[in-house]
Each structure stands twice: as C-alpha cells, then as structure tokens.
C-alpha cells in the first residue's frame, strides 16, 4: 500500500517508506492511498478469531507485500502478548482497559509494532537509523521497551529534568543497549523544539538516517485500530448501539479508532473526551481550529494544544463537518470534575480509574444523558500506578504496584544532561 502526504507537495511512497521517514519531505502526515473494508462475515464471526487473526486481517492492507504475511503474524504474536479485557462498570457502560503491556500505558502496542517493523526494514540495510522522540513521560518508556535490543536502530529520548515521575524516569533510562536517555535543562516544550530542529536541520539529515516514534508515524498510530476492534469482538452480543469514548490529546488512538470504523466496523459514535486542553471542543462547538499553548493538568498525558493527528481525522470525512459530527462528539473536563468522576468510579463498582480514563468515563456520561439505548466503552490508557499519587489521594485506597513496574524501581539511571540543541546534535554525530 501506498501512502501520500496530507500536504499533497510530495511524492507518495510505500509503507516501509512512510515508517522510516515518519514524516513526508513538505512536513505532511502520511495517509493511506485506499482503506478497503473488512468483509461482512469477518465481523459476523469476530468471535471465532484470535486477537492474531483479527490484527492480521486488519492491517495487512496497509503492510502488504513489503512484509511476508508469515513475518507479519510472528511480529503481530510478539506485540499482541498481552490482554486487553473489558472490564463492566454499569449496566451500559464498560472500560476497555489497554494498560497491561510492559510499561502500563496504551502506547505499548503501536510502540512496539514500529520497532518490529522497523527491525524488519533494517535487515539487510547498512544504514542504522535513529529514532529521536521527545516525551513529557509515557512514550519515552514505551518506545524504550519496545525498541529495545532492535538491530540496526538505535534510540535517543529526550526528557526533561526533573519533570518526569519517578516511575516514568526510570522506564525509560535504565535500559542501556541501543536506548540512549538525555536528560534536558529545560521544559518538555523544549525537548520537542531541540527535535524538530533536528528533523529540519538539512547537514545532520545528510549524515544519518532520523525518523520520529510519535503517532504521526504511521506504523505507530495504525495498529492502536486493534483495540477497537477487540473490544467490539467482547461486547457485540449485546445488542446495542456501540459507542466508544477516547480520553485524547494527539487524537492518534481515536483516530485510529475511526481508522477501524471505516474499515466496516458498526460504531455509532466517537466520543473524544479531552482535559482543559478543549482545541477540538470548541472546533465541533464553532467549527474554528485555534490552536494554543498546552495548559498543565492531572490527566498529563492529554496535555495538548495543537493535536497533531486531528488532521488526519478532518481528512477521513473530506473535511466535512456534518458528516464529521455525525460520527464525532467532544467534550471537555476540569481537574475537579475529573477527580469526582474518580471517586464516582470507585463508588459504583471498586473500579480504580487513572485521571485519563476518568475524562473518558465523564465524556461518556455525557454523551449517554441524551442516547440512554446505547452501549459504551471508555477506553482506560493508563495503569492507575502510574498517576499513584493522584489516584490514591483522590479515592483514599491504596493501589497495588504490578510487578512491571517493581522490576524497574532498583534498577540504576543513566543519563546523559544536555542543555542546548548543539549537544544534541553533537551527541547524535558522535555516536
Ligand atoms: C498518550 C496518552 C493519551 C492520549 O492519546 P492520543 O493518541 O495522543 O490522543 C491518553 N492517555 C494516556 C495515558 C496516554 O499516555
């Protein structure tokens, strides 16, 4: 499959193309050239397929023939070893929790299919590439975990001192081999300045081969599809209209969501739930995209003025907005309310939410106020252990840590402190 740039001023390219640039040449997401639905009994026997089988049918129109199906299913089993259960928490309301992977946050999936992908491409390349990726906290580890001991990549994450948790700072530099941690003076702002100059900085692109391991990659933000598929496998006997709510901030996981949608999947609406970070509320509110600076909030992760997959999702509905909103809803949450709906969580069923699935829970129950027949999912990002002090000051329980994270909490930290974009680029030319 090919895939052409959103900004139509470059060449199209094939999917292993798209992986390792990240990025078109004139700055645009790469899309698919054709999305091509699944068959109508591939849905009606959804029950009968592995969470392999259901992964390999929906992604191998978009990595056919630069993958042999054989590799494709072994890397499909390597990422796919872990569950994805759909948790009840009332009578029409589920969580379809994505955070037991190795580093307890919903990225594992996408990081890890990139790196296989990736390995894959460099088999028999001579030239290494470099994945430079910034991270205010969860990408850093995942995209750690996932790429590392993968031949013919090497991995350098920026993270800013200080402003990391414990938990996070760990994942993510205590791994050695090809994963390189350096530790910015600075902001994460900064840290993703010091990467896009990088990416635009011709004499470094001349001597190494950069890509990116955000969800503006494609071999990251595709597969995060599966979930949504997953989940409609667990819940369609019951009958119901299927409505999903995805607590968002790049809008990469629900815009793969819709990814699955078009790919014949019945859902009869997206709910994206955001924090203060309301760029795209008020885009479905006055159909106006002002982008802003990123406010701080408890549900961090979805701190984002300026999402960089919402295009993607505009480009879906042929940037018509009536269709858009009949497939799209979005709402925004304050800290406090998201904190109640915590408490609301545990006091209906026991359930520990994290900040980022309580935004979902409230989109929701939004939504649900005026479509009480209909059958909804919020999707739970991250393990509640990893926002422990939040969680556990907010619902007054103690959460249990999972053995993922007491395996890294004695390992020892190495970073390398940098300050300025120049020792970045030095770092990366030396090594
Ligand atoms: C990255 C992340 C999100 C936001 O996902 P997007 O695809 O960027 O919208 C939500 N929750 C958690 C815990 C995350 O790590």
Same mark, same amino acid.
Not at 87 to 90: A, L, M, N, P, S
Not at 406 to 410: E, F, G, I, L, N
């Given at each position: 499959?090919?895939?052409?740039s959103?900004?139509?001023?470059?060449?199209?390219v094939?999917?292993?193309?798209?992986?390792?640039?990240?990025?078109?040449?004139?700055?645009?997401?790469y899309?698919?050239?054709?999305?091509?639905?699944?068959?109508?009994?591939?849905?009606e026997?959804?029950?009968?397929?592995?969470?392999?089988?259901?992964?390999?049918?929906?992604?191998?129109?978009?990595?056919?023939?630069?993958?042999?199906e054989?590799?494709?299913?072994?890397?499909?089993?390597?990422?796919?070893d872990f569950?994805?259960p759909v948790?009840?928490?009332?009578k029409?309301?589920?969580?379809?929790?994505?955070?037991?992977g190795?580093?307890?946050?919903?990225k594992d999936?996408?990081?890890?299919?990139?790196?296989n992908?990736?390995?894959?491409?460099?088999?028999?390349?001579?030239?290494?590439?470099?994945?430079?990726?910034a991270?205010?906290?969860?990408?850093?580890?995942?995209?750690a975990?996932?790429?590392?001991?993968?031949k013919?990549v090497k991995? &350098?994450?920026?993270?800013?001192s200080g402003?990391?948790?414990?938990?996070?700072?760990?994942?993510?530099?205590t791994l050695?081999?090809n994963?390189t941690?350096?530790e910015v003076d600075?902001?994460?702002d900064d840290?993703q300045?010091?990467?896009?100059t990088?990416?635009l900085d011709?004499?470094?692109?001349?001597?190494?081969?950069?890509?990116?391991a955000?969800?503006?990659?494609?071999?990251?933000?595709?597969?995060q599809?599966f979930?949504?598929?997953?989940?409609?496998?667990e819940?369609?006997?019951?009958?119901k209209?299927?409505?999903?709510?995805?607590?968002s901030?790049?809008?990469?996981?629900?815009?793969?969501?819709?990814?699955?949608?078009?790919?014949?999947?019945p859902?009869?609406?997206?709910?994206?739930?955001?924090?203060?970070?309301?760029?795209?509320?008020?885009?479905?509110?006055?159909?106006?995209?002002?982008?802003?600076?990123?406010?701080?909030?408890?549900?961090?992760?979805?701190?984002?003025?300026?999402?960089?997959?919402?295009?993607?999702?505009?480009h879906?509905?042929?940037?018509?907005?009536?269709?858009?909103?009949?497939?799209l809803?979005s709402?925004?949450?304050?800290?406090?309310?998201?904190?109640k709906?915590?408490?609301?969580?545990h006091?209906?069923?026991?359930?520990?939410a994290?900040?980022?699935?309580a935004?979902?829970?409230?989109?929701?129950?939004?939504?649900q106020?005026?479509?009480?027949?209909?059958?909804?999912?919020?999707?739970?990002?991250a393990?509640? &252990?990893k926002?422990?002090?939040i969680?556990?000051?907010?619902?007054?329980?103690?959460i249990?840590?999972?053995?993922?994270i007491?395996?890294?909490?004695?390992k020892?930290?190495?970073?390398?402190?940098?300050?300025?974009?120049?020792?970045?680029?030095?770092?990366?030319?030396?090594?």
């Open positions: 499959m090919n895939f052409y959103l900004n139509k001023q470059a060449p199209n094939s999917f292993k193309d798209a992986v390792i640039k990240g990025i078109a040449p004139d700055r645009g997401l899309f698919p050239e054709n999305i091509t639905p699944l068959s109508a009994s591939f849905f026997n959804i029950e009968s397929l592995s969470n392999v089988e259901i992964a390999f049918e929906a992604i191998k129109q978009f990595v056919s023939e630069e993958i042999p054989n590799k494709l299913k072994a890397i499909l089993t390597t990422v796919l569950d994805f948790v009840k928490i009332d029409n309301t589920a969580t379809l929790e994505l955070f037991h190795p580093t307890m946050a919903f999936v996408g990081a890890r299919f990139m790196a992908c990736l390995g894959y491409f460099s088999e028999g390349e001579n030239k290494e590439v470099t994945v430079l990726v991270t205010s906290g969860d990408t850093g580890g995942a995209v975990n996932g790429f590392l001991g993968v013919g991995v &350098v994450i920026l993270y800013p402003k990391v948790s414990d938990i996070q700072e760990r994942q993510l530099t050695g081999k994963i941690a350096l600075g902001t994460f840290c300045k010091m990467v896009k990088a990416f011709d004499d470094l692109l001349g001597k190494m081969q950069l890509t990116s955000n969800s503006i990659n494609v071999a990251r933000w595709l597969p599809l979930y949504f598929l997953f989940a409609y496998k819940v369609k006997s019951k009958g209209e299927i409505v999903f709510s995805v607590p901030g790049n809008f990469g996981n629900i815009c793969a969501g819709m990814m699955a949608q078009k790919l014949g999947m859902v009869k609406q997206f709910i994206a739930a955001t924090n203060v970070n309301d760029t795209v509320p008020q885009f479905m509110k006055t159909q106006e995209y002002n982008p802003k600076p990123s406010t701080a909030t408890i549900s961090n992760a979805m701190d984002v003025g300026d999402p960089s997959n919402f295009i993607r999702i505009r879906l509905f042929k940037d018509n907005f009536e269709d858009l909103s009949k497939n809803s709402y925004s949450f304050t800290d406090e309310e998201t904190k709906a915590m408490i609301q969580i006091n209906t069923c026991g359930y520990a994290d900040p980022h699935g935004v979902g829970y409230l989109g929701l129950k939004k939504y106020e005026n479509e009480v027949n209909t059958y909804g999912i919020f999707l739970e990002t393990h509640p &252990v926002f422990l002090d969680v556990e000051n907010t619902i007054g329980k103690k249990e840590i999972p053995t993922q007491t395996k890294v909490m004695d020892e930290k190495i970073s390398i402190k940098i300050e300025t974009y120049n020792e970045l680029k030095d770092y990366l030319l030396d090594n």
